[in-house]
């Protein structure tokens, strides 16, 4: 297992350190993952978020190496711009997804949740032939940490100006210094909250870790592990690749079919993509509230009057609704928000309500504010 930057000061916040994604990360802290949880929807905390995977794309052709790896468009993205996206195969199925971020028209910062993602990228400048980029994988060059809750902005507020934080809108970023530390900070999270994420050199990891703590410390700041992380995700509806996606997921059944625009020039999968598009998808991603506390696990069947109608992909306790909720795929005739469908839990069946949007804040009006 790899060590993050935050390995030693998790400890001394009683981190439960279990192997994730390859490296030491904590499951959850003294506290417990329903108390980091709730203190991320009613004030903030601070998560480890060390393991997301960053690539430099630099030169002359660095926007169009982008728009030709990319579904969504950013032929008019200025510095300072955050654009999610996914990045598909010729057959349109995903490789992964992630965001794209514009430093300058030839400077461009691909972050994603797979190091491996980089092999990709490499291969498909490579076969193109034509693209005057360099590309670099920078990911043990940057760390990173996400402040999520309401009261992130009095927080970092300590640490920066709060007209530099008032002008960061979302899905943008600035650079600047927090508490001595050369910081890039976004307006962006994967909780369902307002939130901010900093990216920095790991070198000074513990110093700004420590930095934000006690900035929190009036407002009950927490950290947060990634039992906590799993079910704020999952209740604002957030992908995770290896679960709600994979190489045999498509964007448009995915429900991402936002970040993916045929209106622009060639892209990798378009071609396909357009083809699913006219024809429809053969399932499609949507959410479950259960009438139990009940876990469903991936891999869970979901019925309806016996007949199986697809498969959960994530499922977790849902410390804000007080019962189990779950993500999965169904058929497209049988994606109709309000209906009653059952999941098959350790052999049991268990009542689930379908919602055609995410369970917590549908609309992200939280996060956009």
């Given amino acids: ?8 000061v998790g400890l001394q916040y009683g981190a439960d ?3 994730l994604f390859g490296y030491a990360l904590p499951r959850e802290y003294a506290a417990g993952h329903i108390q980091e949880h709730l203190g991320t929807r009613e004030r903030a905390s601070l998560c480890d978020l060390d393991y997301m995977a960053e690539f430099w794309v630099t030169g ?17 993205v200025k510095p300072g711009t955050i654009r999610y996206t996914a990045f598909c195969q010729p057959n349109g199925n995903m490789v992964d997804d ?22 990709w990228f490499v291969e498909a400048r490579d076969s193109a032939g034509s693209f005057q980029i360099e590309l670099e994988n920078v990911t043990s060059e940057w760390t990173t940490l996400a402040l999520q809750g309401p009261r992130s902005r009095d927080i970092l507020g300590k640490l920066f100006s709060l007209k530099l934080l008032d002008d960061i809108r979302y899905y943008h970023f600035t650079e600047s210094i927090a508490g001595g530390v050369d910081c890039t900070v976004n307006r962006m999270g994967y909780t369902g909250e307002f939130g901010y994420e900093l990216h920095f ?5 513990g110093r700004l870790w420590e930095g934000i703590m006690e900035a929190g410390r009036e407002f009950e700041i927490v950290p947060c592990g990634q039992a906590a992380l799993e079910s704020l995700r999952q209740e604002a509806g957030y992908l995770l690749v290896g679960n709600d996606h994979d190489k045999s997921t498509n964007p448009l059944e995915a429900g991402i079919g936002f970040a993916v625009k045929f209106g622009k020039n060639d892209f990798i999968g378009r071609q396909a993509l357009s083809e699913i598009r006219k ?19 991936k891999g869970d069947m979901i019925t309806g009057d016996d007949v199986e109608v697809g498969v959960v992909t994530s499922g977790s306790y849902s410390p804000t609704l007080g019962r189990g909720v779950a993500m999965g795929y169904v058929r497209p005739e049988f994606a109709i928000s309000g209906l009653d469908y059952a999941i098959t839990i350790a052999g049991e069946e268990h009542a689930a309500n379908l919602s055609l949007m995410p369970l917590y804040d549908p609309g992200d009006k939280l996060t956009k504010q």
């Fill in 201 to 205: 050199h790991p070198r000074d990891g």
């Fill in 60 to 76: 002359a052709d660095a926007r169009s190496f982008v728009q030709h790896v990319c579904t969504n468009d950013y032929r008019q």
């Fill in 98 to 119: 992630g965001t794209v971020w514009c430093f300058e028209d030839s400077r461009f910062l691909i972050m994603s949740g797979d190091e491996s993602d980089f092999d």
């Fill in 1 to 8: 297992m790899r060590h993050t930057p935050f390995y030693d």
């Fill in 17 to 19: 350190m279990q192997d």
């Fill in 279 to 297: 024809n429809g998808v053969k399932r499609r991603m949507v959410w479950f509230k259960l009438t139990d506390d009940v876990i469903a696990n």
